[in-house]
């Protein structure tokens, strides 16, 4: 495995295992060989005996479900993920994979429960959070998804991605005051992130203020890696500005 020749350690994984069929680690990294080596099929079926080995263990059976989703049959991993929840329901990673799944797949509805379990199984976990605000908020239900954006940011002050999660909840909403809060709370944490300075400067100029959004967008420029997308925002910036002062009595969107 070390060297890249999978092929290899899989054949020798197979015989050891073969030779311990009741050795359940052996079938695990037989199954993780083969999945190196491309070939799913082989470590579901790999992973399949380590779930026999293991009846209480889900994550065999959730690792059966990837290789499912290695092959693009959506329908089977699900089943799978449905038996991960069935074997352990009170773990949170599987109720996690079952929503976190669904919510890919375009089934933002369905992936509320799971995902809302896995919470209160666990909610130190901080994707789910995300996941979660991101279910209610395609499932129509944004003041939901505000909610749990800022409860997640109470319990992750550090987070940068909650909070233009909660910025993002904000803005469609229309509190464009409190999403410029939100940034604000952005960039005390990262000071040099410019997508957030032109995401305030956007704000400001949606509150009239807008000295203060070109300021925003000249701070963006100058903190970027990548100067150049940002001079051009700039710039188009003062040619709005420019095209409102020729038209004063237009409101300044």
């Known amino acids: 495995m070390a060297r890249g020749d999978f092929e290899a350690a899989a054949r020798s994984y197979r015989e050891a295992a073969n030779d311990a069929p009741d050795d359940a680690v052996l079938w695990t990294r037989l199954a993780k060989a083969e999945l190196?080596?491309?070939?799913?099929?082989?470590?579901?079926?790999?992973?399949?005996?380590?779930?026999?080995?293991?009846?209480?263990?889900?994550?065999?059976?959730?690792?059966?479900?990837?290789?499912?989703?290695?092959?693009?049959?959506?329908?089977?991993?699900?089943?799978?993920?449905?038996?991960a929840v069935e074997r352990a329901p009170e773990?949170?990673?599987?109720?996690?994979v079952l929503g976190a799944r669904l919510l890919r797949w375009g089934q933002a509805e369905v992936a509320i429960a799971p995902l809302s379990h896995a919470l209160e199984l666990d909610p130190a976990?901080?994707?789910?959070?995300?996941?979660?605000?991101?279910?209610?908020?395609?499932?129509?239900?944004?003041?939901?998804?505000?909610?749990?954006?800022?409860?997640?940011?109470?319990?992750?002050?550090?987070?940068?991605?909650?909070?233009?999660?909660?910025?993002?909840?904000?803005?469609?909403?229309?509190?464009?005051?409190?999403?410029?809060?939100?940034?604000?709370?952005?960039?005390?944490?990262?000071p040099r992130f410019a997508p957030a300075h032109v995401g305030r400067a956007i704000l400001l100029h949606e509150l009239g203020r807008m000295d203060e959004a070109e300021a925003a967008f000249e701070r963006a420029l100058e903190v970027a890696e990548d100067p150049r997308p940002y001079a051009a925002r700039l710039q188009r910036y003062r040619r709005l500005r420019a095209d409102l002062a020729a038209r004063p009595n237009e409101p300044p969107r």
């Open 36 to 83: 190196m080596a491309e070939r799913p099929a082989r470590a579901r079926e790999a992973y399949e005996r380590v779930a026999a080995l293991r009846p209480n263990d889900p994550h065999p059976v959730l690792e059966v479900g990837f290789t499912h989703e290695l092959e693009r049959d959506y329908d089977l991993a699900l089943q799978a993920y449905h038996r």
């Open 91 to 96: 773990a949170a990673e599987p109720h996690r």
């Open 125 to 190: 976990h901080r994707e789910t959070w995300k996941a979660l605000a991101m279910a209610q908020h395609h499932a129509g239900d944004d003041e939901a998804a505000r909610a749990t954006f800022v409860r997640a940011t109470e319990r992750f002050p550090e987070s940068v991605e909650l909070r233009l999660g909660l910025a993002a909840t904000q803005i469609n909403a229309e509190r464009f005051a409190e999403a410029l809060a939100t940034y604000d709370e952005v960039l005390a944490l990262r």
